[in-house]
């Protein structure tokens, strides 16, 4: 099984500054690009936002961005907007499924 | 637009079962496989199992192997998962998830709200 480990915990930033989550697996993820990140709201199911490493699901904005291959990724909100505050999820999939622990962005 | 709404939450003692549905709409249900997903409360999130957009095929993670059963209707457009034998563990917001192709990608695009399942006496 492929185990993920999310860093920092808890990030404490302000509206309009810089998020970068990390993400490792154990080993390489399916095809080296096979890592997804979901967001969770407090109350509310989570909700994909990034696939394939890099893609956007529908209707997130460009502010999202997702790199890495193998066992190191990292997720980039460029600017935080206020509705950004909120857990963040990586997860390995194709063929079966992991998650990481989860990075929590909260306002500073 | 894609709905996955779960029903069939709530207490249940140790020992006992209960049985949940995932209500779909807004695609074609017999065209994507189907997954449980748990969070107990305050942690992350767990898969716990998937059905094949046919039927075809289901599984488990090892935590409720030979303790739930995936089930799908296509005729309803609903998936369910029995769940026997329920231990304190099993306590948390059970999610139904849509699989972004026909079940083997474990990608998942769209969710439902989730429901509630305490287990405890």
């Known amino acids: 099984e492929i185990v993920l480990t999310q860093s920092p915990g808890t990030l404490s930033l302000s509206p309009g500054e810089r998020a970068t989550l990390s993400c490792r697996a154990s080993?390489?993820?399916?095809?080296?690009?096979?890592l997804a990140w979901y967001q969770q709201k407090p109350g509310r199911a989570p909700r994909l936002l990034i696939s394939d490493t890099s893609r956007r699901a529908t209707d997130i904005p460009d502010r999202f961005s997702g790199s890495g291959s193998g066992t190191e990724f990292t997720l980039t909100i460029s600017r935080l907007e206020p509705e950004d505050f909120a857990v963040y999820y990586c997860?390995?999939?194709?063929?079966?499924?992991?998650f990481g622990p989860g990075t929590k962005v909260d306002i500073k | 637009q894609v709905q996955l709404v779960e029903s069939g939450g709530g207490v249940v003692q140790p020992g006992r079962s209960l049985r949940l549905s995932c209500a779909a709409s807004g695609f074609t249900f017999s065209s994507f496989g189907m997954h449980w997903v748990r969070q107990a409360p305050g942690k992350g999130l767990e898969w716990v199992a998937v059905i094949w957009y046919d039927g075809g095929d289901q599984y488990y993670a090892d935590s409720v192997k030979g303790r739930f059963t995936i089930s799908r209707d296509t005729s309803k457009n609903t998936v369910y998962l029995q769940m026997d034998s329920l231990r304190a563990e099993d306590t948390a917001v059970y999610y139904c998830?849509?699989?972004?192709?026909?079940?083997?990608?474990?990608?998942?695009?769209?969710w439902g709200q989730g429901t509630l399942v305490t287990v405890a006496s």
């Open positions: 080993q390489s993820v399916g095809g080296s690009t096979s």
């Open positions: 998830a849509r699989d972004s192709s026909s079940g083997w990608f474990y990608l998942f695009d769209y």
């Open positions: 997860q390995q999939y194709g063929g079966s499924s992991t």
